[in-house]
């Protein structure tokens, strides 16, 4: 079964500082492969996506992810936090199959 | 441009009591999607709709929930004979087309409270 995990519940960090948020997944194929951030009182907003092609995608706010096949991982980073980076960001995965959710990591920013 | 829209955006109710949530996608989105958000329980998918055709029915949790959309556009998602456990924040989506792989644009939520 697809399943998608986040092991951070809550991760704080320091406006400035580099952020590597770990997604692990399951899934029986090749994937597609999701990050979205929700901010509070907001609906889910889409910061990168990945299909096929090269492992290291740009997405919007400066995010990035590698795909790792090897670690079924799917790391999302940013080299430097800013305070409107704090918000809940939640991993998917899905292809052929409604996409399935990790449970999300909380981000605070400290100044 | 006109984004994803729900309504009530809040819901309070008392348990027993049937409520119906809207969904108003993105004009010309084919696909809609229903999802509910619990605290720390991250986004379990309910139902989607290509078209008014619901495929994949799947992810309702109990023959209390069912979902509707009329002409390709507007959805409802009922809840009958509500429970304390159904409290959450329910979530739309739409996107262009039928594949999963599309970007799918969310809407703010309706937080439903049953008392």
């Known amino acids: 079964a697809q399943s998608v995990t986040q092991p951070d519940i809550h991760i704080t960090v320091s406006e400035g500082a580099s952020l590597e948020l770990r997604c692990n997944y399951s899934?029986?194929?090749?994937?597609?492969l999701f990050w979205y951030v929700q901010s509070p009182g907001q609906g889910l907003q889409l910061l990168l996506k990945?299909?096929?092609?090269?492992?290291l995608v740009q997405g919007i706010k400066g995010f990035e992810a590698e795909f790792k096949r090897s670690q079924s991982s799917f790391n999302l980073r940013k080299p430097s936090v800013h305070w409107s980076d704090a918000a809940e960001y939640f991993c998917?995965?899905?292809?052929?199959?409604?996409?399935?959710f990790g449970k999300g990591t909380r981000l605070s920013v400290i100044a | 441009g006109a984004g994803v829209s729900q309504s009530p955006s809040n819901k309070v109710t008392e348990k027993g009591k049937d409520v119906e949530l809207r969904c108003d996608p993105i004009?010309?989105?084919?696909?809609l999607y229903w999802y509910r958000q619990s605290l720390g329980q991250g986004l379990e998918f309910l139902i989607y709709?290509?078209?008014?055709?619901?495929?994949?029915k799947s992810g309702l949790p109990s023959d209390r929930f069912s979902a509707e959309r009329t002409g390709g556009s507007v959805s409802t998602l009922t809840i009958q004979r509500t429970q304390q456990e159904d409290s959450a924040v329910y979530l739309c989506?739409?996107?262009?087309?039928?594949?999963?792989?599309?970007?799918?644009?969310f809407g703010p939520g309706t937080r439903l409270t049953v008392l």
């Open positions: 990945y299909f096929s092609g090269d492992t």
């Open positions: 899934y029986g194929a090749t994937p597609y």
């Open positions: 998917a995965v899905g292809r052929n199959t409604p996409l399935v």
């Open positions: 004009s010309g989105h084919t696909a």
């Open positions: 709709f290509q078209g008014n055709s619901a495929p994949d």
């Open positions: 989506a739409s996107s262009l087309g039928a594949a999963f792989g599309n970007e799918q644009f």
